[in-house]
């Protein structure tokens, strides 16, 4: 590793890279923590790199939040330079993580909600603490929908119906629930989880680099979307998260302690359907 | 509501229109059924209709039995209403299902089969008693195949084989099995399964409309077959259902009972597995 | 049967053939198993043949290991003879099976792994025993990737994530894991899987053939790759096949013992994770 990240803590195992999202207060997905993803898929994407690349979070209660709704157009910029002109977007970016020739396993402990589960959804497999893992798309419930993935991945993972109920209600998906839909590879037991993860990245870190890459290729090439729909998933989430609802219901969120480490943070999913649809502030 | 429907009770509460089939004496889809969904569904495209709908049954033992064998042109005349020229299909209707605003979530007790299976398969979600409900596509068993749907979502999201497995066996699968595959979002116990769809529905209908219309399309435009497949699928149905093989099984059914309340149309997947393939009427 | 088979005995049981796969002393998939296949899946497309057809292994043990990997160009130049100019594929060979007319139902104990779990993807549906059942996709540790149909079927059947876990981890599936996957229909007790899988083949071989042909042709028609990705795929394990980290890899296993009955057989997945990546004899 010749770069130090600000938000990633990085330790080189054999042929395996394990990288630690540390950003506190809560991991939420800033322009810090989009600076330093780029900079690591772009080291990700030498030749000479790690075969398996393991992600996890340093805050056991959130993996990643969601993105900064404060930073939205900062975040944007930075992830705007790991694509060409015109793709300033997180799909985007999650989409180079889908395509870099290292294989992601992701380690979930803890929150991924709204883009923080489009990360996990763009790595090649996830596993997820049976105790103590919580995914969520909260998009539609705060007025917009997800559009760094999700609606890509989750249709083509779990099916019509079972992503319309994930995106459609914004509920919290425990770990259980989430292996039963597919969101998931497996739910482990949180004691196990370590050890399953790190046996699983370890083995294939021993296996030929252009068998792993020839393979991971031929399955993105029938399982990925194409760019325009990447494109228009994350233009819709622009134009939807700056209207009136989206705003409104903002604010009502900020109110009740958004983005802060709390009951709104930790339960998001039961939150938001306690805010009825007629007053925003009520 | 400004339209009373002979075959359909609607109460509205809040944003989501609970509406209830009562079509005596076992709910068949025929000429009645498929004039009142189409109404409801005009209702349900205008603008100010409720966002989420919630269907159930007014009888236990049947939600859709299958089709009104005795007036295949006579319903297939109502569904031609919804459609445009030349597309007077249950298959067309039931995809207009699938793109209305409203989110429509299925409540399901009883026996749904053939087309009334494919009208869960249409809606957005499915919620199943765990104790009290059965699937099946008896089309082949019958001698024809699954014209309105099903062919397109169940390969969809059960997979090449489970799906195959579906429609070449024609089996009843009970709740369990069909929340394993996919057929179903989930098994509910039936004690809590009332409760549990109103509350999410209750959930959906005070999340901004242009929010969840805006998902429903983006994950629409992934996962609807193209109406190319939905005619095709229609045409063939109506080609063998009206060939010997299924006019023989067809009357062998209604020397058994079928369309009336009894053994044969509660157990249908098990008769049909009593069937011999040489004489028609043993 | 006009045609006796070295390696598959027949029986014919009313609509029902059961074939089973009987090639000494490891069930291998070798010229002679390909040979016979080629000749049972031509009498399988007569209009005359059986409807249905159960395949299964005489060996406990082994379904089938894999190929024949000391004979590649042999059994290649078998399955030729299935397909047209140019289209010398096990992987074009398993994609005629997908489509011949009658229906293919899979019982599977003992080991299936490599080009023998792609047989068993390509069959319509599979049954496995719940304790004596094995899938795998090994090639990636052995230096190649699956190229008769794995990549195509596994990501369509498990999604992107699922498939990926599977083939680039190259890891031992057990019937309840592969059942939660979707890689099998089900896992049943080994117990009850003759009588389990023998009634629902007699069920589907009394229903109408022309209601079995065009449900079964119409889910080929959505869920079959096309054969520019079958070709692709086949080519591409050809090339890796013969390079230089399959080759030591592959004669690293020889000398552990591959292609007997033996523990390197028996537990393929495990032995894979034992070798390391950058001594190939170690």
Chains 1, 2, 3 share one sequence.
């Not at 959130?62 to 930075?78: C, G, I, R, S």
């Not at 180079?96 to 763009?122: C, D, N, W, Y």
């Not at 839909?181 to 482990?188: D, E, F, L, S, T």
Request: aromatic share 6%.
């Amino acid at each position: 590793m010749t770069v130090p990240y600000e938000t990633i803590s990085t330790r080189l195992d054999g042929n395996v890279l394990f990288a630690t999202f540390n950003a506190p207060p809560i991991n939420l997905i800033g322009p810090e923590v989009v600076r330093d993803l780029v900079g690591l898929l772009d080291e990700l994407s030498q030749p000479s790199s790690a075969r398996v690349v393991v992600f996890d979070s340093a805050d056991p209660d959130f993996f990643f939040p969601h993105v900064d709704l404060t930073k939205v157009p900062e975040y944007t910029a930075e992830a705007a330079r790991a694509g060409g002109p015109g793709d300033a977007s997180l799909g985007m970016l999650f989409r180079k993580l889908s395509e870099i020739p290292a294989v992601t396993v992701a380690k979930l402990r803890g929150r991924a909600r709204g883009a923080g589960s489009e990360f996990l959804l763009a790595c090649d497999m996830r596993f997820a603490s049976r105790e103590n893992a919580v995914l969520g798309q909260p998009e539609v419930g705060i007025g917009t929908l997800p559009g760094a993935g999700a609606i890509q991945h989750l249709t083509r993972l779990l099916g019509r119906s079972r992503a319309l109920e994930a995106v459609l209600t914004s509920a919290d998906f425990d770990a259980d629930l989430a292996e039963r839909y597919g969101w998931i590879n497996r739910a482990v037991p949180d004691a196990a989880l370590d050890a399953f993860v790190a046996a699983l990245a370890a083995r294939m870190g021993e296996f030929p680099r252009e068998a792993l890459l020839a393979a991971k290729a031929a399955i993105n090439a029938i399982s990925l979307p194409d760019l325009a729909a990447v494109r228009a998933d994350a233009a819709l989430f622009q134009q939807l998260v700056r209207g009136e609802a989206a705003q409104q219901r903002t604010a009502e969120l900020f109110e009740r302690g958004l983005q802060t480490r709390g009951r709104t943070e930790l339960g998001l999913g039961g939150v938001l359907g306690e805010m009825d649809g007629r007053s925003p502030r009520a």
